[in-house]
C-alpha cells in the first residue's frame, strides 16, 4: 500500500494542472474578467452564475452556497473520492510519477494512461466506423429502437468491423500488442495469434465520472456471430465490471444535484431513459447490481448511515417482467438495507423496458414511469399478494402468511406499523389480525436478516458501510483528508423550506407542544392523512400508534420512544422549538394550522373524487357514481365542520 504522497509532488500537480479544464468538465465556464471565469454552481441549484474560478490562483468559489477550495477539493467534492485519489487522478490525467513516503510505492500512473489511450483511440475507431456501408445493420439496430444519428453522437456510440481492422489501426498508432491485450481490445488465440474481441458489433463505450474510457460493451448484430448477445470488455487493470456504472459520467452531474439514481438494465435503456429527460439513469455492465455498485451509488448521493434521508435521496430500480428481471428485483430486495436512501421500484404497466417504451409510447411514458415508482417494500409486499387469489379467505390467509415475514423485516416501528395498515388494507382485515401474523414472523425471522431502520416507505438505513471507509482514504503529507462527518439523522434545520413541508411541520409542532389545545379529535384527523414529506410521515406515524396517550403527561417523551432511534432528537427538536406565533395567539395558532393541514388533505381528497367522477360512465355503474357522490358529500362537509369549530 501507498505511503503518504511527497509535498512537493502534490505541489507540482496542483501547479501543472489548469484548474478551469478539470472544473470545466463538469461547469461550463465564461470568461469574467480579470483572469477570471464563471458558471452555474455544480453544488447547489441556482439561476445566475455565481460560481468564480480563478485559474492563476488555482481557487474557485461559489458566493451562493460558500463553498471553495482548489483543484483536490474539487475533485474531492464533485466524484466524492479522497485527498490521494484526486491527486493520483490528476497525475494519472499529466503522466506524473508520484512518489511515496514510508517506502511505500508508486502507482504505475504509466501503464494505465497507456491503456486509457489505447481505449480511447479505439473508440474513436469505433464511432468513425460507424458511418461506414459494413456498419448498416448497427445503424439499422439504432434506428428500429428509435435512435437517430445524433443519439449515437452523444453516446459515442461505434462499430467494431470483422477482420483484424482495430489491431492494425491501433498498431500504427504505436500500440503494442502485448498493450493491446492487457486492455482488453485484442485477444490471443492457443496458437498464439492476435485477434480483435469486438467483430461485427455495435459498441458502447463504458466511462468513468471523468469520460475516460475503461472498456466496453457489444451487441451482437449478425446471424453467424455465435458469441453471447452482449459482449464486454475482461477485467483489466482500469475496467473492473462490478465498480462502473454505464452512463454514470453523462447522469452523475444530475445525480448529484437531485439526490437520485435511476438503475436500468441496459445501454439503450439507459439512452432511452436520458433522452426522455431522465437524465440519472445508470445501468450495470455485464453483471448483476451489487455491493460495489451500491457504494458507488451511496458515495454519489452523499447517503451516508443515519442520514436523513430526506436529504439523501431516492435509488429507483427499473426491471423487466421475465424471469430475468424478476431475479433482479430479488437481489435488489435482498441488498435494500444496504442504503439509507429511500429505494422505489418502477415497473411500467404493460411489462415494457424503458427502450421500448419510449419507442412505443414516447417520452412522456418514461417519465411517467419513473414518477410512479413504487417504494421497494411496497413492490416486494405486493408482488408477495399477487400470486394468491385475494376473493377466497384461504388466498387471503396464505396471502398473509407470505406478507408478513417481509413487513417483519422493518425495524423502523413506525413505518411497520404503516404498513401493517396498509396489508390489512389490501387485504380487507383487520389490523390487529396482520400485526399478529407479523409478531409471530417477527419471532421467527433472525435479527441479522431483518431490513434495517427506514424513515419512508421505501427506504432502509445503511448498514456495514461507514461513511468514513468509503469517503476518507489517505491523504497526501500536507494534504488533509476530507472525512465525511457522521450524519445523526434528521433536524428541523434539514427539512425542506416549502410551504407545504413548514405547514407539516407547524402542525407537528403544535401536536406535540400543546395537545390539550388541538384537541384529542384533531389529533386523530391529522393522523390519518398522508404527509408530503417523508421524514415528518415518520413522526405522523409515531404519533398515531401512541394517539391514546396525546392528553396525559409524558406525551412528547412516548412518541420519541416510538420512532426509530436516530429520529428522536428531532421528536424532541419538535417539542421544543418556537411556536411562530405571539404568545397570546399561541392557542388560536395552534388549532388554525392543524386545521389547515387536514383541510388541505380534504381537498387532495376532493380533487381525486372529481377526477373519477369525470372519467366515470354514470350509466354503466351507477351505484359507483352515487357512492363516489356520497363521498364528496362526506367530505364537503368534513371541511364544513372544520370551518365552524
Sequence with gaps: MAGLIRRSDIDEVRSRT??????GDYVALKSAGSGSMKGLCPFHEERSPSFHVRPQVGFYHCFGCGEGGDVFTFLQRMDHVSFSE????????ISY????EDGGAATDHGNRARILAANQ??????????????AEPGRNFLGERGFDQSAAERFVIGFAPRGGALTRHLSTLGFTSDELVIAGLIGKGERGDFYDRFRGRLVWPIRDVTGQTLGFGARRLLDDDKGPKYLNTPETPVYHKSQVLYGLDLAKKDISRGKQIVVVEGYTDVMACHLAGVTTAVATCGTAFGVDHIKIVRRMIGDYDNADTTATGEVIFTFDPDEAGQNAANRAFAEEHRF???????????????????????????????????????????????????ETVEGRVAALRAAAPVV???RDQALGIGYVRSVAGWLGMDPSDVQSAVTSAKRQVPASSHAPTSSSAGSGAGSGMRSGSESGGGSGSGGAVTEVPEQRGPSIMSLKTDATTRLERDALMAVLQHPDIVGDELIQKL???????????????????????????????????EVPQSFATFVKQLSVAPIPEREDRIPVYCVQVTTDLVERDLLRQKRELLGVLQRMDRESDPAVYVQTQRDLMRIEAERRALRDD
Design 18 to 23: 489548469n484548474l478551469a479544464d478539470i472544473v
Design 340 to 390: 439509507a436512501a429511500q429505494t422505489f421500484v418502477a415497473v411500467a404497466p404493460d411489462g415494457l423496458d424503458p427502450c421500448d417504451l419510449r419507442l412505443k409510447k414516447g417520452d412522456g411514458a418514461v417519465r411517467r414511469l419513473v414518477s410512479t415508482r413504487k417504494p421497494m417494500f411496497e413492490f416486494k409486499i405486493r408482488r408477495e399478494l399477487a400470486v394468491h387469489d385475494l
Design 408 to 410: 417483519a423485516g422493518i
Design 97 to 100: 510519477e508520484l512518489h511515496y
Design 527 to 561: 393522523t390519518q392523512i398522508s404527509f408530503a414529506d417523508s421524514t415528518l410521515s415518520v413522526v405522523r406515524d409515531a404519533i398515531a400508534s401512541q394517539v391514546e396517550r396525546a392528553l396525559l403527561p409524558g406525551w412528547a417523551s412516548a412518541v420519541a420512544d
Design 86 to 93: 484526486a491527486v493520483e487522478r490528476l497525475a494519472g490525467r
Design 121 to 134: 483511440a479505439a473508440s474513436d475507431f469505433f464511432v468513425a466506423q460507424l458511418a461506414t456501408p459494413e
